[in-house]
């Protein structure tokens, strides 16, 4: 019998050790009472770093009033206050919380009432809080600025409160209370909770432990002698510092808001590309390259209205870089030598000028040795802002359904007159285009895509056949050749003449033809209209491709430039039709204005009603448009 009793205690002693040790473990996965709390991330700092205590297992009392005598010790503790001694009348020295009072009297953080007393136990109120953490940061030597207070209650905080507010909220510290219209009021006489103290100073220690705002206030500012004078007024919101009229507004660092001046898309790290989208933001216009320059128009908090090229649209705030024209190093401009119109960028990332690029005959407004400045390659300006005239680039607004006037081998010819050497190679000896002029003609007379433009975008696209991808992967187009791995992601070809059937088949029927999927017009153009809005993020693309042509073109005796008469589409919802009358059956329609026709030659006869022009769809080599609808451009000539 005594070996059973003995045999029970072992056996409830043994699985009363798993009874009290279940609970233990059990308690870290109860939920105590700060679980779920708005302010639980600022109550469990502040239990942590031993500023407040709880009441027990899993109790803390987040919303719990706090009185006067425990805000002042939890200040004390937060800030490791020396010792100090308080002349309170109603703070005897045995008071449970006298040397909390103590220290804070002492370092002059906690005042008392005209009458001498302190109230220990009344409750703290949200404005005598802000107060005291103010006091704080200036018992630590924190310079203290104040916000532009906005809170639905801003009247009921006592002035002699209301700069303290004013510092809390600058920095940080003070958040507000929601309201129902999505406003916020600060509750200046609500009695302050365990929660919100630990929330202002938990903030105001991390203040105090970064040396600046836990916010990004908006500061505005002016520029004066090119130097940036930002003004000492912050503001909680964008729309406050808006409604100051200053030219400039910051968030912390980044300038959201200028008067005037360029803008270079700046897209996040390990992103190459910023979209441009409409005014609904919607929908995507076209994207850009990283470093792109845009003109400034207008901005809010969250979007930078911009001009590019012949377009406009809305790019975001977190992907633009805002340079005021005072403090701008230079900007992408277009000089004169000999005659020569070049084009000369500014890689605004560096600060430093690209080289300058013949681009076309100059027009004739325009005098060698100057500087003119142009967002979309055809309307000029001086540098100081003047307009001096409007001419086109002859190769850029080509319509592509045209056919060059050279032969395959002027077009080897070409190639052998370039003397440079790319990647070690000479161009004139060891191109693979020296003996691919006849591809390109072939390619022209079975897609009905202009031979010269295929050739000078095989010289842009693979560096005159001598690129990595052209050699590698016989791919002289940089064909799916994307950012994240071009010689990886290039398409590889059996040979260079398969790349360049295989590139105008796709341009036939994507880019050139209407409804193509990727169809903004039959020229190289911009980002505006053109093959340039979709196909590459490059806003200059079109024009380097032109660059090219129009080099080949001085070399082999100028018999494209200017061949063909280009005029522009004046009216929305045109139709190209296969005979010169209304009753013929119509081709296709131009969406909107602003579509480039060339005249066949020949065809047209002055004050002609019907102009015959080469058609853009593929499936016609010819198209009537009406001549009441067509505005013949100004190219650039001498």
Not at 548 to 576: E, P, Q, S, W
Request: proline share 4%; hydrophobic share 35%; aromatic share 12%.
């Amino acid at each position: 019998m005594k070996k059973c009793i003995q045999l029970m205690l072992v056996t409830v002693l043994f699985f009363s050790s798993f009874l009290i040790y279940a609970p233990n473990k059990m308690v870290a996965q109860v939920q105590d009472d700060l679980t779920g709390h708005s302010l639980e991330a600022e109550m469990r700092e502040a239990v942590n770093r031993g500023i407040l205590k709880g009441y027990g297992p899993g109790r803390f009392g987040p919303d719990d009033r706090v009185n006067r005598a425990q805000f002042a010790t939890f200040v004390a503790r937060a800030l490791s206050l020396p010792n100090g001694v308080s002349n309170f009348e109603d703070v005897p020295q045995s008071h449970p919380l006298a040397q909390g009072i103590g220290r804070t009297a002492a370092s002059g953080i906690v005042a008392g009432y005209p009458n001498g007393s302190f109230y220990p136990e009344r409750n703290i109120t949200r404005e005598q809080m802000a107060a005291m953490i103010s006091r704080a940061l200036e018992y630590e030597g924190m310079s203290l600025t104040p916000a532009a207070l906005t809170f639905t209650d801003v009247e009921q905080i006592h002035p002699n409160f209301r700069e303290a507010v004013a510092n809390n909220t600058y920095l940080g510290i003070i958040h507000g209370i929601p309201t129902s219209n999505q406003r916020l009021r600060f509750g200046p006489k609500d009695d302050a909770t365990r929660a919100h103290a630990a929330a202002f100073i938990v903030r105001m220690l991390q203040v105090l432990e970064s040396g600046d705002s836990l916010n990004d206030l908006y500061k505005t500012g002016t520029i004066v002698n090119g130097q940036v004078r930002l003004d000492t007024q912050a503001y909680l919101t964008y729309q406050q510092a808006a409604n100051t009229g200053k030219d400039l507004i910051y968030q912390g660092q980044n300038l959201m808001k200028m008067k005037n001046g360029l803008v270079v898309a700046n897209p996040p790290a390990g992103q190459e590309i910023v979209r441009i989208m409409n005014a609904a933001k919607t929908s995507q216009l076209t994207y850009v390259v990283k470093g792109t320059e845009l003109q400034y128009i207008n901005a809010d908090e969250n979007w930078v209205h911009v001009r590019y090229a012949d377009g406009e649209g809305y790019i975001r705030q977190s992907e633009a870089w805002l340079l005021p024209t005072e403090l701008q190093k230079g900007r992408a401009q277009y000089t004169v030598t000999n005659g020569v119109l070049h084009y000369r960028g500014f890689d605004h990332l560096k600060g430093e000028y690209e080289w300058a690029r013949p681009y076309s005959d100059a027009p004739s407004f325009m005098q060698n040795g100057q500087v003119y400045y142009s967002l979309n390659g055809y309307d000029f300006f001086n540098v100081s802002g003047q307009k001096v005239g409007t001419a086109y680039q002859y190769f850029n607004f080509l319509p592509l359904r045209t056919k060059t006037n050279y032969t395959a081998e002027d077009l080897n010819r070409y190639i052998a007159s370039v003397n440079q050497t790319i990647n070690g190679k000479n161009v004139a000896t060891d191109s693979p285009l020296l003996n691919l002029g006849h591809v390109f003609i072939e390619a022209q007379e079975k897609y009905g895509i202009n031979a010269l433009y295929l050739f000078g975008k095989a010289i842009h696209e693979s560096s005159y056949g001598l690129s990595v991808i052209a050699e590698q992967r016989k791919n002289l187009f940089g064909y799916g050749a994307y950012d994240s791995d071009p010689l990886g992601n290039a398409k590889p070809f059996n040979s260079f003449e398969e790349s360049i059937h295989h590139v105008a088949n796709s341009m036939n029927n994507r880019y050139l033809t209407p409804g193509g999927d990727q169809y903004r017009g039959a020229v190289l153009g911009l980002k505006g209209h053109g093959m340039n809005v979709n196909y590459a993020s490059d806003p200059l693309w079109g024009q380097k491709i032109a660059s090219h042509m129009y080099r080949a073109d001085n070399f082999l005796g100028k018999k494209d430039y200017g061949y063909y008469t280009i005029a522009k589409t004046t009216t929305a919802g045109l139709y190209v039709r296969s005979d010169a009358s209304t009753s013929s059956a119509a081709q296709f329609q131009f969406p909107k204005a602003g579509h480039y026709v060339a005249y066949v030659p020949g065809r047209n006869q002055a004050g002609a009603t019907w102009y015959q022009i080469f058609s853009d769809h593929k499936d016609h080599q010819y198209g009537y448009v009406h001549g009441s609808y067509l505005e013949p451009i100004n190219i650039m000539k001498r």
